[in-house]
């Protein structure tokens, strides 16, 4: 009898688990005494691999430990670049399939009609959640945040937020409305792949799908085979590197939790917990609030049918920070344990991790407030509208990558006259949070996909999912 093996969602919560311990371990125990210890003065310089005389007494045993931090960080660094490696290509061959797939442009026209307005509808929803929370709360009064560790939090972040500051001052001098338009069209597709510039490599797909659609049967469908054939090879190769999952995860989360002191911790504790528990509100309360009203009544998708199929891919976005590099397993968690067809998964999962950040939207929302209420400003109803509106519209642009939101953050703040320096105090817990809210972000594409499944009439029942799931996840 053939032994089966612990799923893959358990083994990456026991890798999450151990890393968190072990990094809790290091952030608590290891000083600069124990650098000291092994002769080391000069602990930035000697992990980085810098000359330093502070450090000339360094032995073999500091060289071991900065053999296993470099092991660590190689290790997360080496498998979240091998799913960015493979997420352009498969946002590139699902979305030409999808597109190509659903035939006529007037079906298109439809289903991505009604996929945008259920991204924005989602997503300015998820933005709501966040200021109710934060006006209800009030997480950056003084009653939570005194003026002194203000001053301490701001000014241990300072250099940071300068450079994110000045990235989205330039972002915001550069691209009006129009331009923002007309950014999406790539001047060169073949540059726009090779930046990784996501919407505009979803323009492109679209583009070449709908110019397939238009063409003959006959010249069409041996492209779109092509097309199918290189996306099922790259979905292969997700599968080959989700089974190293959970060791990267080890060390993703046991770099981000010793790196992230406890005292700043708990001097944004309020703070954390509001944003935590509004994400939570999203993620538990509007997403299956939302597939349960909108999946047909034969055939409505549960609480638990919901998460169970996708808690892989929220795993990995929780690890990972980035939905761009979870895109190859929310596809697959969509498809394989989900139920939704394929032609729908191509086409919703890529778009809506380059469009859809409701997550995003929600945290920019505390996050603008937070602010506002360090700094004693009142904001009234105009504001608080500018801040959804805008926190909507910039989720369409922040980058799928780890902390890529938080230069958008400055458009939102000036636009309600705050102080950008003001990000300062939030960058200490903003890798926490973007774990956080890369879940939700993952979690509404998923969402959205089995709403628009279930309209068409592309979703299998609970019984047919069950039996084709794989093994593998």
Known sequence: MKKRRLALHWQIIIGLLLGALVGG???????????????????????????????????????????????????????????????????????????????????????????????????????????????????????????????????????????????????????????EVVNVVPANPFAALAGAQMLQVVFLSVVVGVGLTLLPRSKSEPVVKVCDGLQDAFIMLVRLLMATAPYAVFALIAKTVAGLGLDVLAALAVYCVVTIAALATALFGLYPAFIWLRTPPGNRVGFARFF?????????????????????????????????????????????????????????????????????????????????????LIAVGSPGVPGGSIVMMVIVLEAIDVPAEGIAVILAVDRLLDMCRTVVNITGDAAVAAVIAGNEGQLLTAEQAAAQAPNTL
């Open 308 to 392: 169970r199929a996708l808690a892989p891919a929220q795993l990995l976005a929780f690890s990972s920070s980035s939905s761009a590099a979870t895109l190859p397993v929310t596809m697959e968690c969509c498809r394989d344990r989900l139920g939704v067809s394929d032609q729908i998964t191509s086409f919703v999962c890529p778009l809506g991790a380059t469009i859809n950040m409701g997550g995003t939207a929600l945290y920019q929302s505390i996050a603008a407030t937070f602010i506002a209420q360090l700094y004693g400003i009142p904001l009234g109803l105009a504001d608080q509208v500018t801040i959804i509106m805008l926190a909507t």
């Open 25 to 179: 371990l290091v952030n608590r125990f290891w000083t600069p005494d124990t650098w000291s210890s092994l002769g080391v003065g000069d602990a930035k310089a000697f992990l980085a691999g810098k000359a330093s005389e502070a450090n000339s007494g360094a032995g073999v045993g500091a060289i071991a430990v900065r053999f296993l931090s470099g092991a660590t960080q190689f290790a997360g660094d080496l498998f979240i670049r091998g799913l960015r490696f493979i997420a352009v290509p498969i946002v590139l061959f699902s979305l030409i399939v999808g597109v190509a797939s659903l035939g006529d442009p007037r079906k298109l026209g439809r289903i991505g009609g009604k996929t945008l307005m259920w991204f924005i509808i989602t997503t300015m929803l998820a933005a709501g959640i966040g200021l109710a929370f934060s006006n209800t709360v009030q997480p950056g009064g003084e009653s939570f945040v005194s003026a002194a560790k203000r001053e301490e939090l701001a000014a241990t972040q300072q250099a940071l937020a300068a450079q994110r500051i000045a990235a989205g001052t330039q972002v915001k001098a550069e691209t009006s409305v129009w331009q």
